[in-house]
């Protein structure tokens, strides 16, 4: 009788533990838009900066825009409530690889051989915002 | 002679409400104090005596941040505090899956 109480109460603390976890990965799934929006976004900004507007104050004004909308997406992401497991070091390693890519890598490259061509930028854009979409989808298949 | 797997509870994480803090942080990374506090149902000053508990067990870390004019107070599960609950988690399904421990009865 008692072992039977013991496995009662065990079951309803397992039951707990699972509608807690559900709560919580639910309420994290924002990350993976999130995620995904800043890919968007990287590649709108790099293809406005390079093949729209390549030089002259407008060029000035486009990177400051772009710098500002994603500080005003992180205040935004910090007033969330949760944070999905492994959220800061997926976002880390997006922008890291994403700016290497854009600083060392392809963004010499495509200036090189392409220099301003719209098509040739918005391809090189979303392959370097790809670590993003990777990012956004492994948050989104964990939840 | 074997021990029975209720010993092997961990004793910082039996209590219900502490339980299920556990079981919240650590399925995220972090998670607010107000959102822990709805999940859990539980009052501001309950949840504020079993997150010390919990600290002074190194299962947890509270984090103040400054968000505008807002304060906002980060729980997040440290690694000895994810591996506890685990295993915690492993002796409460052995418990329940023990022989002579048959499943609730559905409701009707």
Known sequence: ?143 | MTTHPRHRLDTVIHTPARFSIMALLASVERAEFRFVRDTVQISDSALSQHLTTLEKAGYITIRKAQTGRRTTTWLSSTPDGRDAFTRHLATLNQIASQPGTPADPPTP
Do not use: Q
């Not at chain 1, 924002?30 to 890919?39: D, E, H, I, V």
């Not at chain 1, 390549?54 to 005003?72: E, I, K, S, V």
């Not at chain 1, 959220?87 to 854009?102: D, E, G, K, N």
């Open chain 1, 1 to 143: 009788m008692h072992d039977e109480n013991e496995g009662r109460a065990a079951r309803t603390a397992l039951a707990e533990a699972e509608r807690v976890r559900g709560r919580a990965v639910r309420s994290g799934r924002w990350f993976s838009g999130y995620l995904a929006a800043l890919g968007v976004g990287a590649i709108a900004w790099i293809t406005l900066l390079e093949a729209v507007w390549p030089d002259g104050a407008a060029r000035t004004y486009t990177a400051a825009g772009g710098a500002l909308a994603f500080l005003l997406a992180s205040l935004w992401a910090e007033r969330r409530r949760v944070f999905p497991a492994g959220a800061s070091r997926r976002f880390m390693i997006s922008a890291i690889v994403w700016f290497t890519l854009y600083l060392l890598v392809i963004g010499p490259m495509v200036r090189w051989k392409m220099e301003t061509s719209l098509p040739g930028w918005i391809a090189a854009a979303t392959v370097m915002a790809l670590p993003f979409f990777a990012a956004a989808a492994r948050t989104a298949r964990r939840s």
